[in-house]
């Protein structure tokens, strides 16, 4: 059977500068009518202040483009287009060709006046009564109760049963917790474990009913996202009851229809300031049903919902045919060419013609038929519901799991697959994927700036868990800020190594405001989650490159871009994540000497990875380089130099030997789960591969061959006798096939567009070199690229002037450990561009012009108040140009040969030091001193004294550990 592929696009017409489809899924035709998409543009398509045309067979009709983002030279980046298409027949799909064109006339749409008569209002309805505790009773997961024995506070339980679905009570009633998020064990006498049930206080509910005025509550807002003559949009939202909030995005068009896209969260945060106050008093999970009344009709009512602390759901009704059943399917469904977003950089390079297979794979199932039985279960698109099919859920709530999710990745495989197929079943899963992402409880909304909590809300701010206490307070940053957290939800486990990613290609296509919520929310909840506490993210810094995994490192990295890219220009949100995001950058910039001085001068380039002890895991460094090369590919300049940096790894592995050891490391040996990098392995750390603290053990292996070797000591290497024999590994944990070179490809696919000279002789290396026949061998054929998770990425032409189509960084960025730097411009080549923006930072150092030599160069570095660094340029290891010290003296030209030289080296007002070279360590030339001038040049002298004794010291520092260095490696 074939594969789902891409539907054939028509040859762009002339002016056209991209083509969109409109399908009728429906099974009657449909009348003209307004439909709203969402595209990213190539810069200079679209020049500032330009409109849109579209014609779809009969002449030219207007569009409304609200632009969302910008390139540097105005251009659109990112925009909204409003069109009204003609009629569709049922089953059909007709073609629009967009060109540039004048912007359409007249004055933007009043929403109070397009509203008109229309009203629509929702309701909570609590439940009317809840059952009391019984003995001997066998409960389901998530029943609520209302305990009347010995619950002085009222309070509602929740059943949290991590064993089982159900448990079965005791038939002695519990002591129930008069403390929100309290909990009490209730498990029949001799009861196995599946009968243990936890019961959670989760406060006091609202009763009755709460209702909103949703056309009152939006009509008169401010909070614009479209605005012309053909849509506007305007946002509004309410508290009703303690946390639980109601938001509407209400839309109007020209024609007088209207959609609204309610979302009801439970998810106000509140902030303790003072570690004294405990833990919150109210809130907690919410039970009741929804109904949405729309001109006098109910048109939707909920299943019983149990809403839980920090999760949110949604739905749209409205008088447009676009909504018409429980699934909220969409009757015309907008058809995009995924080819355009690549040429504009907005994603990763995904093959747009391989499409999914439709037939079973080697999970024994087809992702395909999966998708369709999702969509056919009982309660699919339901509020809150995470339906399932073969025993899996949509998206695993256990986010820990790990192997053949399609739920984790760059992008998750249900959004790569309708973007790449534009599927109708794909795209309802991408969909339901994205609305998902509401109910995992990570939604921590700060009612006073009307956002998710970042760390400039609060600088040492960390998400909580049910029952936390509050952290310690702390004399540098005040009061460990902490938010309440009292949701009973067990259902889902949040571990960001593997969360994923479900609302960027959903908001990229449909510019739904919505998902680009939940993208901010999902970003903003990651930056604060980091494992090892707010210190070790820098604080308000917001260092998720310090992690403990590379993965963690990498979706971090992945989830900041995008919301940098997606976030309009000149908002707060968008502000912020370009801050944390090159913060992050540049900090992984400062640390690239340390990492090659252990790395050394051969086996370099690959981030250190703290969480597999003694090995490295080449596939996991790959989904770090996904995120880095996407942001290159974007136009960001420090990407770039940290990828050119990386490539010596990556490139190194499939070029750096043959077949068989000991002449270098073989390329199968790359496809493994992890190749042993260090010979022995401990110390003071803890037993983890800290680059902090890696001198406390032998350094890892400086060299291929010494990797190589490694790896055949401790059975990672598919070299047996010389052929290549794919290795399973225990439990397949150290083998070969699955999805590790896919990864692989992919990342010598980007490098690929990186325009690195040795990358597609990588690629061909991968794909032809190496007998990939067999038991365990990778799947990169064909087959199983269209039929496992895994997308496969390919090499695309990208335009070198691109730029990263956002606001400059600022250019003074507040730090409390490291150095980030300011913005940065490149110019020229991808590969060895020059970059030339001078950086300043307010109260800290920063590094001035930066250009790139195959490796690493910084320039000229002024530091404000004590020293400055020179040229500095990247020959080997490093080298320091001329060294001007303000008030005291000065170093002159330093260059490195081998360690290090001090060139001619002035002091202002005493006397001077001549030449100074390096020949070995150190040379002093003959200097002259004028005799006026002989006491202070003594008492210059003997500082420089005092400064060379400190170089010596340093130098012999050096030595010391380049003896231990080749020491190991002897």
């Known amino acids: 059977m074939t594969n789902i592929v891409l539907p054939t696009f028509p040859a762009l017409a002339s002016g056209a500068i991209f083509v969109k489809g409109i399908a009728n899924n429906g099974s009657a035709g449909t009348a003209a009518q307004y439909v709203t998409f969402a595209h990213s543009f190539q810069i200079g398509q679209l020049v500032n202040g330009g409109g849109l045309g579209a014609n779809f067979g009969s002449g030219a009709v207007p569009c409304q483009v609200d632009v969302k983002t910008r390139y540097a030279d105005g251009s659109a980046a990112h925009g909204i287009v409003t069109v009204q298409v003609p009629a569709v027949a049922s089953g059909a799909t007709i073609w629009g060709q967009f060109a540039p064109a004048a912007a359409p006339g007249g004055s933007p749409l009043s929403l109070a006046s397009a509203l008109g008569s229309n009203t629509l209002s929702i309701a909570l309805v609590a439940p009317a009564s809840y059952p009391n505790w019984a003995p001997s009773t066998v409960y389901d997961a998530n029943a609520l109760i209302l305990p009347t024995s010995g619950n002085l506070g009222g309070y509602v339980f929740q059943f949290v049963n991590v064993y089982a679905a159900s448990g079965t009570s005791n038939t002695t009633e519990p002591v129930w917790p008069q403390t929100l998020g309290g909990q009490v064990t209730d498990q029949a006498s001799g009861g196995a474990l599946d009968d243990r049930i936890i019961w959670t206080n989760i406060g006091v509910p609202f009763s009755g009913t709460l209702t909103e005025d949703l056309i009152a509550l939006v009509k008169n807002s401010t909070d614009l996202w479209l605005s012309g003559p053909l849509a506007v949009q305007a946002r509004a939202y309410a508290v009703l009851a303690d946390r639980l909030r109601v938001q509407i995005d209400m839309t109007a068009y020209a024609d007088g229809t209207i959609l609204a896209d309610i979302m009801v969260a439970n998810d106000v945060t509140t902030v303790l300031t003072d570690p004294s106050q405990g833990k919150c008093t109210y809130g907690g999970t919410q039970a009741y049903t929804a109904t949405l009344t729309l001109n006098g009709a109910a048109v939707f009512t909920s299943q019983p919902l149990t809403h839980n602390m920090y ?65 056919a279960t009982s309660g699919f698109a339901e509020p809150l519901t995470n339906v399932y099919a073969d025993n899996e859920t949509i998206v695993d709530t256990q986010m820990g799991g790990v192997g053949g999710r399609p739920d984790i990745g760059p992008n998750n495989a249900w959004q790569c697959w309708w973007f790449v197929t534009a599927d109708p079943t794909f795209q309802a899963l991408s969909l339901e994927c994205g609305k998902i992402n509401g109910y995992v409880p990570w939604h921590l909304w700060n009612q006073s700036t009307g956002g998710y909590w970042t760390t400039d809300d609060s600088i040492a701010l960390m998400p909580g868990s049910n029952g936390a206490a509050p952290r310690a307070y702390t004399a540098q940053y005040g009061a460990s800020y902490y938010p309440t957290y ?62 403990v995994q590379v993965r963690w490192t990498a979706w971090g990295i992945r989830n900041l871009l995008y919301a940098t890219y997606a976030n309009p220009d000149g908002t707060t949100a968008k502000g912020y994540f370009r801050k944390i995001l090159d913060n992050n950058l540049y900090w992984f910039l400062t640390q690239i000497q340390t990492y090659q001085r252990i790395q050394g001068p051969d086996l370099f380039g690959y981030y250190p990875s703290w969480d597999y002890g003694a090995n490295i895991a080449a596939w996991e460094e790959s989904y770090l380089f996904y995120s880095l090369a996407l942001a290159a ?54 037993g983890t591969s800290n680059p902090y603290r890696w001198g406390t053990h032998w350094p890892p292996a400086q060299n291929w061959t010494a990797l190589e070797s490694l790896c055949q000591q401790s059975g990672r290497s598919n070299i047996s006798n010389g052929e290549v024999v794919w290795f399973a590994g225990a439990g397949g944990g150290s083998g070969s096939y ?29 794909q032809t070199q190496v007998d990939y026949t067999g038991a365990n061998s990778p799947d990169i054929d064909l087959v199983s690229w269209a039929s496992q998770p895994l997308t496969m990425i390919v090499s695309r032409t990208i335009n070198a002037s691109q730029i990263f189509p956002h606001a400059a960084a600022p250019s003074a960025t507040p730090i409390n450990a490291n150095p980030t730097l300011g913005s940065l411009i490149a110019a020229g080549s991808l590969t060895t561009g020059t970059v030339t923006q001078p950086i300043t930072l307010s109260g800290a150092p920063s590094l001035g012009a930066v250009e790139a030599a195959a490796k690493l160069a910084i320039g000229p570095i002024p530091l404000a108040g004590a020293s400055s660094l020179g040229v500095v340029e990247a020959d080997g290891v490093l080298a320091i140009g001329p060294i001007p010290l303000a008030g005291a003296s000065s170093l002159g030209v330093v260059e490195a040969d081998g360690v290090l030289a001090i060139g001619p080296i002035p002091l202002a007002g005493a006397a001077s030091l001549g030449a100074v070279e390096a020949a070995g360590v150190l040379a002093l030339p003959p200097y002259t001193v004028l005799a006026a001038d002989l006491s202070a040049a003594i008492s210059a002298l003997e500082s420089v004294l005092t400064t060379i004794e400190q170089w010596e010291a340093g130098l012999s520092s050096e030595a010391t550990w380049i003896e231990a260095t080749l020491a190991g490696l002897a």
Do not use: K
Not at 636 to 642: D, M
Not at 738 to 765: E, K, R, S
């Open 311 to 375: 999760e949110n759901w949604t739905w749209q009704v409205g008088t447009v045919p676009h909504i018409t059943n429980s699934s909220q399917e969409t009757v015309l469904r907008i058809v995009h060419d995924p080819n355009d977003f690549i040429a504009a950089q907005a994603t990763q390079s995904y093959n747009t013609t391989l499409g999914v297979s439709p037939t079973a794979t080697d999970f024994g199932f087809s992702f395909y038929e999966m998708a369709q039985a999702y969509i």
């Open 486 to 547: 009292a949701s009973a939800d067990s259902v889902w486990t949040i571990d960001l190594p593997h969360f994923p990613e479900m609302a960027y290609i959903n908001y990229l296509l449909t510019g739904r405001r919505y998902f680009l919520d939940e993208l901010n929310a999902t970003t903003a909840y990651a930056i604060l989650g980091i494992s090892a506490g707010w210190g070790y993210r820098n604080y308000g810094q917001g260092l998720v490159m310090r992690e």
């Open 633 to 686: 590919i974007m136009g960001h300049p420090v990407a770039l130099q940290i990828c050119l940096w990386q490539a010596n790894f990556y490139i190194g592995l499939w070029t750096n030997g043959t077949n068989a050891p000991p002449s270098g490391f073989p390329p199968a040996d790359a496809v493994m789960y992890d190749q042993r990098l260090f010979q022995t392995f401990g110390g003071t750390d803890g």
């Open 738 to 766: 699955g999805d590790y070179g896919q990864l692989l490809w992919n990342t010598l696919a980007n490098y690929i567009t990186l325009d690195n000279p040795d990358a597609a002789a990588a690629l061909n290396t991968l």
